[in-house]
Protein backbone atom coordinates (compact mmCIF):
# COMPACT_ATOMS: atom_id res chain seq x y z
CA UNK A 1 0.00 0.00 0.00
CA UNK A 2 2.71 2.47 1.09
CA UNK A 3 4.46 1.38 -2.22
CA UNK A 4 1.64 1.99 -4.47
CA UNK A 5 1.03 5.61 -2.33
CA UNK A 6 4.13 6.64 -3.37
CA UNK A 7 3.81 5.88 -7.19
CA UNK A 8 0.60 7.64 -7.32
CA UNK A 9 1.97 11.00 -5.74
CA UNK A 10 4.55 11.17 -8.04
CA UNK A 11 2.51 10.29 -10.82
CA UNK A 12 0.31 12.78 -10.14
CA UNK A 13 2.95 15.85 -9.31
CA UNK A 14 4.34 14.72 -13.08
CA UNK A 15 0.91 15.32 -14.17
CA UNK A 16 0.57 18.59 -12.39
CA UNK A 17 3.88 19.78 -13.49
CA UNK A 18 3.38 19.40 -16.43
CA UNK A 19 0.30 21.34 -16.96
CA UNK A 20 1.31 24.27 -14.41
CA UNK A 21 4.90 24.30 -16.38
CA UNK A 22 6.35 24.22 -12.61
CA UNK A 23 10.13 24.33 -11.69
CA UNK A 24 10.69 21.08 -9.68
CA UNK A 25 11.90 22.84 -6.37
CA UNK A 26 7.60 24.01 -6.45
CA UNK A 27 6.31 20.72 -5.54
CA UNK A 28 8.84 18.15 -4.69
CA UNK A 29 10.66 18.62 -0.94
CA UNK A 30 14.21 19.95 -1.15
CA UNK A 31 17.11 18.13 0.55
CA UNK A 32 17.19 18.64 4.64
CA UNK A 33 20.82 20.51 4.26
CA UNK A 34 19.78 22.83 1.31
CA UNK A 35 17.60 26.22 1.39
CA UNK A 36 16.03 27.71 -1.67
CA UNK A 37 13.97 30.77 -1.95
CA UNK A 38 11.10 28.94 -3.58
CA UNK A 39 8.47 28.93 -1.48
CA UNK A 40 6.74 24.90 -2.24
CA UNK A 41 2.88 24.99 -3.26
CA UNK A 42 0.98 23.81 -0.28
CA UNK A 43 -2.18 22.90 -0.08
CA UNK A 44 -3.70 26.02 1.11
CA UNK A 45 -2.04 27.35 -2.76
CA UNK A 46 -4.97 25.63 -4.34
CA UNK A 47 -7.96 25.84 -5.35
CA UNK A 48 -10.76 24.39 -6.95
CA UNK A 49 -14.25 25.37 -8.77
CA UNK A 50 -17.26 24.14 -9.91
CA UNK A 51 -20.09 26.38 -12.21
CA UNK A 52 -17.53 29.49 -10.91
CA UNK A 53 -17.94 28.37 -7.29
CA UNK A 54 -14.93 27.21 -5.04
CA UNK A 55 -15.17 24.06 -3.53
CA UNK A 56 -13.16 24.00 0.03
CA UNK A 57 -10.33 21.44 0.34
CA UNK A 58 -11.63 19.64 2.76
CA UNK A 59 -14.24 18.22 0.18
CA UNK A 60 -14.16 14.10 -0.46
CA UNK A 61 -12.13 13.34 -3.35
CA UNK A 62 -15.42 12.66 -4.97
CA UNK A 63 -16.06 15.90 -4.95
CA UNK A 64 -12.79 17.36 -5.65
CA UNK A 65 -12.27 15.56 -9.37
CA UNK A 66 -15.42 16.89 -10.28
CA UNK A 67 -14.34 20.18 -10.31
CA UNK A 68 -14.15 22.10 -14.24
CA UNK A 69 -11.14 24.00 -12.97
CA UNK A 70 -8.25 24.68 -10.65
CA UNK A 71 -5.81 27.85 -9.61
CA UNK A 72 -2.42 27.42 -8.30
CA UNK A 73 -1.71 30.62 -6.08
CA UNK A 74 1.80 32.25 -5.80
CA UNK A 75 3.18 33.40 -2.69
CA UNK A 76 6.69 33.64 -3.57
CA UNK A 77 8.46 31.55 -6.21
CA UNK A 78 11.92 31.82 -7.54
CA UNK A 79 11.84 35.21 -9.33
CA UNK A 80 10.16 36.83 -7.06
CA UNK A 81 6.74 36.25 -8.50
CA UNK A 82 3.85 37.04 -5.55
CA UNK A 83 0.13 37.12 -5.94
CA UNK A 84 -0.69 35.48 -8.97
CA UNK A 85 -2.88 32.68 -10.31
CA UNK A 86 -2.39 30.54 -12.72
CA UNK A 87 -5.42 28.04 -13.56
CA UNK A 88 -5.99 24.53 -15.79
CA UNK A 89 -9.32 23.35 -16.81
CA UNK A 90 -10.22 19.76 -16.09
CA UNK A 91 -9.90 17.26 -19.22
CA UNK A 92 -13.36 15.01 -18.40
CA UNK A 93 -12.42 11.51 -19.74
CA UNK A 94 -8.78 11.55 -20.34
CA UNK A 95 -6.23 10.01 -19.05
CA UNK A 96 -4.34 12.40 -17.62
CA UNK A 97 -6.29 15.84 -15.59
CA UNK A 98 -4.30 18.32 -13.66
CA UNK A 99 -7.75 19.05 -11.50
CA UNK A 100 -7.52 15.10 -10.95
CA UNK A 101 -4.29 15.00 -9.88
CA UNK A 102 -4.16 18.02 -8.08
CA UNK A 103 -7.65 16.44 -6.36
CA UNK A 104 -6.17 13.11 -5.01
CA UNK A 105 -2.83 14.96 -4.07
CA UNK A 106 -4.92 17.70 -1.70
CA UNK A 107 -7.00 14.94 -0.34
CA UNK A 108 -4.06 12.70 0.28
CA UNK A 109 -2.70 15.29 2.26
CA UNK A 110 -5.81 16.50 4.21
CA UNK A 111 -6.14 12.83 5.28
CA UNK A 112 -2.72 12.53 6.80
CA UNK A 113 -3.03 16.61 8.58
CA UNK A 114 -5.54 18.87 8.79
CA UNK A 115 -2.77 21.61 8.25
CA UNK A 116 -3.77 23.25 4.89
CA UNK A 117 -0.18 24.92 5.34
CA UNK A 118 1.50 21.22 4.31
CA UNK A 119 3.18 20.71 0.84
CA UNK A 120 1.55 19.03 -1.70
CA UNK A 121 4.64 16.53 -2.03
CA UNK A 122 3.01 15.10 1.77
CA UNK A 123 2.60 11.56 0.61
CA UNK A 124 -0.23 10.95 2.66
CA UNK A 125 -2.10 7.89 3.82
CA UNK A 126 -0.24 7.61 6.96
CA UNK A 127 2.99 7.35 5.12
CA UNK A 128 5.97 9.64 6.59
CA UNK A 129 7.99 11.33 4.06
CA UNK A 130 7.61 13.87 0.71
CA UNK A 131 8.57 13.19 -2.80
CA UNK A 132 11.42 14.41 -3.72
CA UNK A 133 13.15 15.52 -7.51
CA UNK A 134 15.12 12.22 -7.05
CA UNK A 135 11.56 10.58 -7.36
CA UNK A 136 10.29 12.44 -9.96
CA UNK A 137 13.81 11.79 -12.04
CA UNK A 138 13.24 8.14 -11.92
CA UNK A 139 9.50 7.80 -12.87
CA UNK A 140 10.43 10.29 -15.67
CA UNK A 141 12.84 8.12 -16.94
CA UNK A 142 11.16 4.71 -15.50
CA UNK A 143 8.56 6.67 -18.85
CA UNK A 144 10.45 6.88 -21.53
CA UNK A 145 11.99 3.23 -20.96
CA UNK A 146 8.80 1.99 -20.97
CA UNK A 147 7.35 3.65 -24.08
CA UNK A 148 10.72 2.89 -25.72
CA UNK A 149 11.13 6.40 -27.33
CA UNK A 150 14.44 5.45 -28.35
CA UNK A 151 12.79 4.48 -31.22
CA UNK A 152 12.23 8.44 -31.80
CA UNK A 153 15.99 9.37 -30.67
CA UNK A 154 14.72 10.31 -26.73
CA UNK A 155 16.77 8.38 -23.87
CA UNK A 156 16.20 7.92 -20.53
CA UNK A 157 19.23 9.41 -19.67
CA UNK A 158 18.10 12.72 -22.42
CA UNK A 159 15.52 13.29 -19.50
CA UNK A 160 15.02 14.28 -15.55
CA UNK A 161 12.64 16.30 -13.39
CA UNK A 162 13.44 19.68 -15.23
CA UNK A 163 11.52 17.43 -18.69
CA UNK A 164 8.09 18.07 -17.32
CA UNK A 165 8.51 22.16 -17.29
CA UNK A 166 9.94 22.18 -20.53
CA UNK A 167 8.05 19.78 -21.68
CA UNK A 168 4.90 21.54 -20.95
CA UNK A 169 6.13 24.99 -22.90
CA UNK A 170 7.19 22.54 -25.79
CA UNK A 171 3.29 21.15 -25.65
CA UNK A 172 1.84 24.62 -25.82
CA UNK A 173 4.12 25.65 -29.00
CA UNK A 174 3.81 22.74 -30.61
CA UNK A 175 -0.39 23.14 -30.24
CA UNK A 176 -0.51 26.73 -31.31
CA UNK A 177 0.18 28.37 -28.65
CA UNK A 178 2.03 31.97 -29.07
CA UNK A 179 4.95 33.43 -27.40
CA UNK A 180 3.53 35.26 -24.77
CA UNK A 181 1.09 32.84 -24.00
CA UNK A 182 4.30 30.48 -22.89
CA UNK A 183 5.80 33.08 -20.93
CA UNK A 184 2.73 33.74 -18.60
CA UNK A 185 1.89 30.50 -18.26
CA UNK A 186 5.76 29.39 -17.06
CA UNK A 187 6.16 32.90 -15.51
CA UNK A 188 9.10 33.67 -17.42
CA UNK A 189 10.13 37.13 -17.12
CA UNK A 190 12.28 37.04 -20.57
CA UNK A 191 12.67 34.98 -23.32
CA UNK A 192 15.11 32.54 -22.02
CA UNK A 193 12.52 30.05 -22.22
CA UNK A 194 13.17 29.33 -25.76
CA UNK A 195 15.79 27.30 -25.14
CA UNK A 196 13.03 24.69 -24.65
CA UNK A 197 12.03 25.21 -27.48
CA UNK A 198 13.81 22.27 -29.23
CA UNK A 199 14.18 23.20 -33.48
CA UNK A 200 14.71 19.24 -34.23
CA UNK A 201 11.14 18.73 -33.90
CA UNK A 202 10.18 18.16 -37.17
CA UNK A 203 6.88 19.66 -36.74
CA UNK A 204 8.05 23.09 -35.97
CA UNK A 205 9.31 22.72 -39.56
CA UNK A 206 6.19 22.13 -41.65
CA UNK A 207 6.03 23.78 -44.68
CA UNK A 208 9.06 25.59 -43.65
CA UNK A 209 10.76 23.73 -46.63
CA UNK A 210 8.26 24.43 -49.12
CA UNK A 211 7.82 28.24 -48.39
CA UNK A 212 11.82 28.59 -48.87
CA UNK A 213 11.45 27.09 -52.13
CA UNK A 214 8.89 29.19 -53.46
CA UNK A 215 10.06 32.11 -55.59
CA UNK A 216 9.12 35.13 -54.67
CA UNK A 217 9.31 38.10 -57.19
CA UNK A 218 11.36 40.92 -55.83
CA UNK A 219 13.48 44.10 -55.83
CA UNK A 220 16.88 45.13 -54.23
CA UNK A 221 17.61 49.13 -53.50
Known amino acids: MGHASQNGAVIDLCTIAFFFLLRVGEYTMPAANR ?106 RSSVSALRLYRQGIKASDVGSHSLRAGGAMSMKLNGCDLISIMKAGRWTSLTFLTYIHNQVAHLGANITHRMATRVPFFSF
Not at 52 to 75: E, K, Y
Not at 78 to 94: S, V
Open 35 to 140: RTRTVQFRVQDVKFYKNGLILPNTAPLHLLVQADGVALCIDNQKNGTRGETIFQHALPGQIICPVCALARRVSAVMQSTSDASSPISLIGHGITGHITSSNVRVCV
